[in-house]
T-cell receptor, first 113, second 114 residues
């Protein structure tokens, strides 16, 4: 079982719809990241959070540390939001070593006009 | 300010060959991490370097090595290439080491091994 699971894997919606992407993780973490990847590969960091909720424009990210769960919401979705959205965590490691981020497989979102 | 840059953009190599990928971090960033992303999967952590020292290593064979230079740029080297090494190689920089720092990703190098 992967340490980071995302759902759904694929999501197609109409322009204007409210979008929710879910992320569950099975390890203790220092922080959780939501990232956006467009075709061609470039990755952009959307949010880094360790508690509560963050909002940036039409994007909202929430995290529940006790339940090991996070959600990314997109309000008033637009075709330009079409991309792969990736959840990644910074795992807590014994000894404080740097182990990089552990990624989910991503959610492929398509917003149709 | 320029973002993280990587070179080359694309690369085609033959099995058994060696490859060197390069990464320049954002100015002022001292930490560089390398990730491998196979098609259809999320990235996998390979290495993290901070202040020219290896701070973390993922589950990759010894064919993979890296180093960081005094100007904080970094190279990823892969020896004896296998078909399975075909992937997008991503570099990310951050101001410091550790999980409190946000990582900034480069555009990646797409490696194809034939």
């Amino acid at each position: 079982k992967n340490e980071v699971e995302q759902s759904p894997q694929n999501l197609t919606a109409q322009e204007g719809e409210f979008i929710t992407i879910n992320c569950s993780y099975s390890v203790g973490i220092s922080a959780l990241h939501w990232l956006q990847q467009h075709p061609g590969g470039g990755i952009v960091s959307l949010f880094m959070l360790s508690s509560g909720k963050k909002k940036h424009g039409r994007l909202i990210a929430t995290i529940n540390i006790q339940e090991k769960h996070s959600s990314l919401h997109i309000t008033a979705s637009h075709p330009r939001d079409s991309a792969v959205y990736i959840c990644a965590v910074s795992p807590l490691r014994a000894g404080g070593g740097a182990d990089g981020l552990t990624f989910g497989k991503g959610t492929h979102l398509i917003i149709q006009p | 300010d320029a973002g993280v840059t990587q070179s080359p953009t694309h690369l085609i190599k033959t099995r058994g060959q060696h490859v060197t990928l390069r990464c320049s971090p954002i100015s002022g960033h001292k930490s560089v991490s390398w990730y491998q992303q196979v098609l259809g999967q999320g990235p996998q952590f390979i290495f993290q370097y901070y202040e020219k020292e290896e701070r973390g290593r993922g589950n990759f064979p010894d064919r993979f090595s890296a180093r960081q230079f005094p100007n904080y740029s970094s190279e990823l080297n892969v020896n004896a290439l296998l078909l399975g090494d075909s992937a997008l190689y991503l570099c990310a920089s951050s101001p410091g080491s550790g999980p409190i720092w946000e990582q900034y990703f480069g555009p990646g190098t797409r490696l194809t091994v034939t």
